[in-house]
């Protein structure tokens, strides 16, 4: 899958999960600047991206989410 | 030794020396003496139990680090937690046990072969057990290497400014520090001293006075009416918010003064808006600590429920928060608490945030109002469980508050000094949170109006600080 069909992907869920578009997303992005994204809705984020591209995030992996690129970078490491 | 010690006042001072004649490289090597100094100086035997922690530690995260394979490098991290936990759950948990099953069997005449035992808990083990664990976790994720010097990793778990009540530090912040060039210079020696004194204000004159109050009638229950009652319900709050801040700032102002930035443990946390938000304010080394290593593994591995996992791991995570605080009904009622009010804001949030936006109730006035005083009130009642005192105590209090009402118990000086403090101490946060560049004193660019500002805070403390007080609510967790 291209990177840039995973990162709509990835923003669909976001909207989805937050239920606003108010961000950009780019690799640089923190979830402290996306609102409402906390530790609360994090795990709801991580559960749906696991469902649509089936794939299964190891607790190790949450740790090196560090920005959205970095998110980007391990989904399609585990889809290849 | 104690921060607000004469001892410490004369053992600072001499740290500070010693460390200036040291050479830079061996600077650690000062800081590492003068914390086992500080530490022993307490009850020498303590310092056997900062000594196996370390050796255990230093011992399993190089194993960490040097197996390739998963799983061995899993064991190591479980058998390091489960060593370094053994002192706290034996020290914390071995009497309540102990005379649990005492107590038990001693009501079917029947008898237990230990007596009954109290041990002293030792001070701190709490928090430099939970920045042992964090760090060997931490090199489990591979998020910090392995120290290969068993020196500063002894110097990362007894740290004389941390040691006793934290922040909780982590070891991807200090271990890099420790190893650098540790200088003094004027600005990191001026800041320091500014948290110093305001910590010591917090301590002293919040704390301490508003603490003569609480002691008097929460230790007293039986004797006062449901309006004192609920009086000293609304200044415990703040009673422990200067206590454990006040500690606090002392911590992080003395480690600056050697040169070491250490994480903040609080942030303005009676101007929270929402419990979620209370929660990133207050204790924030213990609740990140609590949130990276204790929520999210349990959060993750409840993913699949969505919402409802989220609300269990909150449940857990608190519960065990309250069990840490004490081995009694009270704590895990409190930690349930926090637990409860977490999950119900995680429940509407959506629909609470649609109502705000849609009726613009985030820059009303006195939705704010409404909303910091309704989060500090939630935080007020679950508190009155955690001071020190039975179920059934705590129960009465909410008796008393809403069904013995009567004329308030006024303490006229103890109120009005206390009134003075936390005065103060509002109004400097209440400018922080809103105007933060506006009516500076301690960071003023004239340098009279920072001179005359130390000196009314000092000469406050001198006048109408408790100098003859407790001791930090903190140290016996």
């Not at chain 1, 984020?45 to 949450?62: A, H, M, Q, T, W």
């Not at chain 2, 206590?243 to 250490?262: C, E, F, Q, R, T």
């Amino acid at each position: 899958m291209q990177r840039n069909n995973i990162v709509e992907k990835v923003k669909e869920i976001l909207i989805s999960v937050l239920e606003h578009e108010g961000f950009e997303l780019t690799d640089d992005l923190v979830a402290a600047d996306v609102s409402g994204w906390d530790s609360l809705t994090h795990m709801i984020i991580i559960s749906s991206i696991e469902e649509e591209f089936k794939i299964k995030f190891k607790l190790k992996d949450l740790n090196k989410m560090r920005n959205i690129g970095a998110l980007i970078d391990i989904i399609s490491s585990k889809i290849s | 030794m104690v921060f607000t010690s004469l001892n410490f006042l004369l053992f600072f001072p001499a740290v500070i020396i010693l460390f200036y004649i040291t050479p830079i490289k061996y600077r650690w090597v000062t800081l590492l003496v003068a914390s086992y100094f500080f530490y022993l100086n307490i009850e020498p035997v303590f310092g056997l139990l900062t000594a196996i922690i370390t050796l255990s530690t230093y011992f399993f995260t190089r194993l960490i680090d040097k197996v390739k394979d998963d799983k061995k490098k899993s064991k190591f991290m479980y058998i390091n937690i489960a060593v370094v936990l053994m002192p706290l759950f034996f020290f914390k948990y071995f009497t309540a046990i102990n005379d649990g099953i005492f107590n038990i069997l001693e009501m079917y005449e029947m008898r237990w072969f230990l007596p009954k035992i109290h041990f002293l808990l030792p001070v701190g083990i709490s928090f430099y057990t939970f920045m042992a664990i964090g760090y060997t976790i931490d090199v489990y994720n591979e998020e910090v290497e392995a120290e290969k010097n068993i020196g500063i990793v002894a110097l990362f778990i007894s740290f004389f400014p941390l040691i006793l009540s934290g922040p909780i530090e982590r070891a991807g912040n200090m271990i890099p520090q420790f190893k650098s060039d540790l200088k003094l210079n004027h600005t990191n020696f001026s800041t320091g001293l500014k948290l110093m004194l305001w910590g010591y204000f917090m301590k002293l004159v919040v704390a301490d006075r508003i603490a003569i109050y609480v002691d008097a009638v929460y230790g007293n229950l039986s004797h006062h009416n449901g309006d004192t009652i609920l009086l000293t319900s609304l200044l415990y709050p703040i009673q422990v918010y200067a206590d454990l801040g006040g500690y606090s700032l002392i911590a992080i102002g003395v480690s600056k003064i050697l040169g070491l930035n250490v994480m903040p443990n609080f942030n303005r946390p009676f101007f929270a808006t929402s419990m979620a938000e209370f929660w990133r304010r207050w204790h924030m080394s213990l609740i990140t600590w609590l949130t990276d290593y204790v929520y999210t593994p349990l959060a993750f591995s409840f993913r699949q429920y969505r919402i409802f996992g989220i609300v269990l791991a909150l449940m857990v995570t608190f519960a065990l928060s309250g069990i840490w605080h004490g081995a009694t009904l009270n704590y895990v009622v409190w930690g349930l608490m926090q637990g409860t009010f977490l999950s119900i804001e995680a429940l509407i949030n959506k629909r609470k945030s649609k109502i705000e936006n849609q009726y613009g109730l985030k820059s009303n006035f006195f939705y704010l109002i409404f909303s910091v005083c309704l989060t500090y009130v939630l935080f007020a009642v679950s508190l009155v469980f955690a001071y020190d005192a039975s179920f059934k105590d705590a129960l009465m209090v909410f008796d008393k508050i809403i069904f013995k009402r009567g004329s308030l118990f006024l303490d006229k000086t103890t109120l009005a000094y206390a009134f003075i403090g936390v005065f103060m101490l509002f109004l400097s946060e209440f400018r922080d949170e809103y105007f933060p560049k506006t009516l500076l004193f301690f960071n003023n660019k004239v340098f009279v109006i920072r001179l005359v500002s130390y000196l009314c805070v000092a000469l406050l403390i001198l006048w109408i600080g408790v100098l003859n007080g407790g001791q930090f609510i903190y140290f016996k967790f």
